[in-house]
């Protein structure tokens, strides 16, 4: 269905990129909005509980990083490699989160969590012109 020419032109952006030979690559869209709907369900009606919040964010994120790792969705590995990283840097925050929160109640604590996080979001950006400039040179 996907090789269909009046398909294609509705719909080929939506799987450009994707590797078309496996079902749960195909469904990459799909789980992408599904989380975000997700993170915007629970930040709207869970607004009081922020625990609540950031314990169904780590699990969502959980779920997303073993998602891309078994459907390897993308026809580039580099592409697949990067959204797996970044997916992985987005858990690493998520964890930073629970850190800067009232579960810890020591601000020199809090204030060396805020440098990690600092950190773990410097080395992704890094990473992510890296590849975009090296990416460029080829």
């Known amino acids: 269905m996907l090789k269909e020419k009046e398909f294609d032109e509705t719909w080929g952006d939506f799987y450009e990129g994707l590797n078309e ?4 690559a195909l469904m990459y869209n799909y789980v992408f909005i599904i989380r975000r709907f997700l993170f915007v369900f629970t930040a709207f009606y869970w607004y009081e509980l922020v625990s609540i919040q950031i314990g169904f964010f780590v699990l969502t994120t959980e779920f997303y990083c073993m998602y891309l790792i078994h459907a390897r969705p993308f026809t580039s590995k580099s592409a697949t490699l990067q959204e797996i990283f970044n997916e992985l840097t987005i858990f690493f925050v998520s964890y930073h989160m629970i850190c800067i929160t009232d579960f810890v109640r020591d601000a020199g604590t809090k204030f060396g969590v805020g440098y990690s ?17 090296f990416g460029a040179v080829r």
């Open 117 to 133: 996080l600092i950190f773990t979001v410097g080395v992704n950006i890094f990473v992510g012109i890296s590849n975009v400039l």
């Open 21 to 24: 030979k496996s079902k749960w």
